[in-house]
């Protein structure tokens, strides 16, 4: 039991349709990110979602939108997208301080995304 | 180049058998986190390094950081089955404001042989 969810945790879409991730935190933190796993690379940071504000990844398609409605829950919107955006998707959650320090980041079980 | 390079990549060890994995750095590190992660599913925190020379345990696991050097290690002892599992370190990047920027190495994937 991590405190963060996710839904779907496995999701097969064509290239266009549109689709949402959904992530939950019952933790109290007051940030949240959307990361994304693929085989042999490092785990990437896509979106944080920190005090009121939106930080994102510059090299992140447009494909991809965040939507953050409340400090407790989290989105990422899919459209048309390609079969390398197949991926494990995973949320986090973290408590931040306004002075830039932060404790330490809790994971969800991730969303499995094939793209066909 | 990787800003954050594990070795090893991978490690096969014997039951029982204590293990050490690496994460060094090729920029300043402000804190060093250990996740643990079995295939396909989220990372569970083991421990945060925030101090040049801070060293945590958590049952078995051990973790170090040596600011200087820009280096941690995580030592397991005596090793389990359920010790298994991809072994990540993530890095903070204190970009200035609220730039905020964790980056992770690839992992190290471990398996313990019963």
């Known amino acids: 039991e991590t405190g963060v969810t996710q839904t779907p945790r496995h999701l097969v879409m064509g290239m266009t349709n549109k689709k949402s991730l959904k992530c939950e935190q019952h933790?109290?933190?007051?940030?949240m990110y959307w990361y994304k796993q693929s085989a042999k690379k490092p785990l990437e940071l896509m979106f944080v979602?920190?005090?009121?504000?939106?930080?994102e990844n510059n090299s992140v398609p447009s494909r991809f939108s965040p939507e953050c409605p409340n400090s407790s829950h989290l989105f990422l919107h899919l459209h048309t997208l390609q079969p390398e955006d197949s991926a494990l998707y995973l949320c986090?959650?973290?408590?931040?301080?306004?002075?830039?320090?932060?404790?330490?980041?809790?994971f969800g079980p991730g969303t499995r995304l094939t793209v066909t | 180049s990787q800003e954050l390079e594990q070795s090893p990549q991978s490690l096969i060890v014997q039951e029982g058998k204590n293990l050490t994995i690496n994460c060094t750095s090729s920029?300043?590190?402000?804190?060093l986190y250990w996740y643990k992660q079995k295939y396909g599913e989220g990372l569970i925190f083991l421990m945060m390094?925030?101090?040049?020379?801070e060293e945590k345990s958590h049952e078995k696991i051990t973790a170090k950081l040596d600011e200087k050097k820009q280096q941690s290690s995580l030592h397991i002892t005596a090793s389990q089955p359920s010790h298994a599992g991809i072994y990540l370190c993530?890095?903070?990047?204190?970009?200035?404001?609220?730039?905020?920027?964790?980056?992770f190495g690839k992992g190290t994937l471990l398996t313990v042989n019963p």
């Open positions: 979602y920190s005090l009121e504000e939106r930080v």
């Open positions: 920029k300043t590190l402000y804190g």
């Open positions: 390094l925030q101090k040049g020379g």
């Open positions: 986090a959650s973290s408590f931040k301080m306004s002075s830039g320090s932060q404790y330490e980041q809790y």
């Open positions: 933790l109290g933190h007051n940030a």
């Open positions: 993530g890095a903070d990047r204190r970009g200035g404001g609220s730039n905020y920027k964790l980056t």
